[in-house]
């Protein structure tokens, strides 16, 4: 399924849509703009999408209309910006996070080139985590090869060598391996790779970058890298039910069902972004998540007395916050009670 979130320009959740996912994703884009106008209006809304929802048709209908948009690019569009990575000018949105604006070449898109410091660590472990692999498996083939005793075929090898790099993807460009003939080996054959520096030296200076396109020519770099990021974050929260909480739509048996788990996805976002905006204006950051992580040491407990007649009072009683806790507690305006009342069940055993 495909959904559409309505959002303020700060990120507040308003309302969704739900389309049809069993078809590719460029083309519900006609469909979902007419479905969301008709049911909210047109306003000066921005359309924001990720790269596997983009096409040049789609951004010509959105453009012609006077849409506008913020949009991801695929990753091959940053060969275009190679002289804007070498050389600048960069500017610093937050620690970590560089951005700059790149005219397009037709005078009405910017292009947003993002890099980041954490993205940047992250593609580099995994590039080198798929090359070790590629190594490991090419040293294995070439000491086959050398301790066989009868003819290789070269095609049989150069398909290992190909599945061997379709495996590993991430990093197949940066080897050059040959499959060559050895008439003083009872095998025939001999492999021989070696690094393509060229592409080297591009991994290093891509990596942790993404482009943006937009046609929006009146805001700042940052502001339009923080309307995107929203997408990411909403993103982010509809995919924890599938993966922390296990709660994949597809097992569900009706579409209503389906809804309904759509519909706590959604309520469940509202919820995190208010408690975000709370904290903010609390001055406590803007992640809720090391909020929980704070508060969730907070227990209660469960004090019980024996009477003289048999029967037993019991008694739920908060812990008292450390002075961290209490520190937060005050900030955001809350007090914890004392004690709390046990469930009815409980309180009759």
């Known amino acids: 399924m495909c959904i559409g979130l309505v959002v303020t320009t700060d990120g507040m959740p ?197 482009l943006l396109r937009s046609n929006i020519a009146d805001w700042a770099p940052e502001d339009l890298w923080r309307a995107y990021i929203q997408l990411t974050h909403a993103e982010a929260a509809f995919r924890i039910h599938k993966s922390d909480l296990d709660l994949r739509p597809i097992w569900h048996q009706r579409a209503e069902r389906v809804q309904a788990h759509i519909l706590v996805c959604f309520l469940a976002y509202v919820l995190w972004k208010t408690l975000e905006r709370w904290q903010s204006q609390a001055g406590l950051g803007d992640s809720p998540r090391t909020l929980f992580d704070e508060l969730r040491r907070i227990q209660s407990t469960d004090v019980v007395l024996p009477t003289t007649d048999g029967r037993e009072l019991r008694l739920r009683c908060v812990v008292r916050p450390d002075k961290a806790q209490a520190a937060l507690l005050d900030r955001l305006g809350l007090r914890l009670p004392e004690r709390v009342r046990p469930p009815r069940l409980l309180a009759r055993m």
């Open 14 to 210: 308003l309302g969704y849509e739900v389309f049809a996912g069993n078809r590719n994703d460029v083309t519900t884009v006609e469909e979902i703009v007419e479905a969301v106008e008709a049911k909210y209006g047109r306003a000066r809304r921005i359309w924001v999408m990720d790269r596997g929802m983009v096409s040049e048709d789609n951004l010509e209908f959105l453009a012609s209309s006077g849409r506008r948009y913020i949009v991801g690019t695929p990753r091959s569009e940053l060969k275009r910006f190679e002289r804007e990575l070498l050389e600048g000018p960069w500017s610093a949105i937050r620690e970590g996070l560089e951005v700059q604006l790149c005219p397009g070449p037709d005078g009405q898109e910017t292009f947003i080139l993002c890099r980041s410091a954490d993205r940047g660590e992250k593609e580099k472990a995994i590039r080198e985590r798929f090359a070790a692999r590629i190594i490991e498996a090419v040293t294995r083939l070439q000491r086959r090869l050398r301790r066989a005793r009868k003819p290789a075929n070269a095609a049989d090898v150069s398909r290992q060598i190909g599945r061997l790099l379709e495996r590993n993807r991430r990093a197949a460009g940066l080897f050059d391996i040959r499959v060559c003939e050895a008439p003083d080996r009872p095998s025939g054959l001999r492999v021989t790779w070696r690094h393509r520096t060229a592409w080297a030296e591009w991994a290093n200076l891509s990596e942790g970058c993404y």
